[in-house]
Nanobody
Framework: QVQLVESGGGLVQPGGSLRLSCTAS????????IGWFRQAPRGEREGISC????????YYTDSLKGRFTISRDNAKNTVYLQMNSLKPEDTAVYHC???????????????WGEGTQVTVSA
């Protein structure tokens, strides 16, 4: 029902930071739990994090918790993924998606954005 658009990706050196944004033009994201995912070249899609519609609770994959932080500002109709201490292995296309349970992170997602490329390289 909604179309998501990711932005904020780009080329960054190892150790650098990026903040990705997930927005929906013309639609309110505050009804939706939103997840972040990534897919490296030739890799499988990997779940990163999910945030409920009211910002609590949040979920993280253990391997990334501490470096990546999900947040949302419903007044700005935006969900963020703050990425710190980036490593070359973080290079991937990053996607956001709506959870099929709408308000709560269930682990199954419906509407996906096209993604934004993150490249970590010296």
């Amino acid at each position: 029902q909604v179309q998501l658009v990711e932005s904020g990706g780009g080329l960054v050196q190892p150790g650098g930071s990026l903040r990705l944004s997930c927005t929906a033009s013309g639609f309110a994201l505050d009804l939706y739990a939103i997840g972040w995912f990534r897919q490296a070249p030739r890799g499988e899609r990997e779940g990163i994090s999910c945030i409920n519609s009211d910002s609590s609770p949040t979920y993280y994959t253990d391997s990334l918790k501490g470096r990546f932080t999900i947040s949302r500002d419903n007044a700005k109709n935006t969900v963020y993924l703050q990425m710190n201490s980036l490593k070359p292995e973080d290079t991937a296309v990053y996607h956001c998606a709506t959870d099929i349970m709408v308000r709560h992170c269930s682990g199954d997602f419906g509407s996906w954005g096209e993604g934004t490329q993150v490249t970590v390289s010296a």
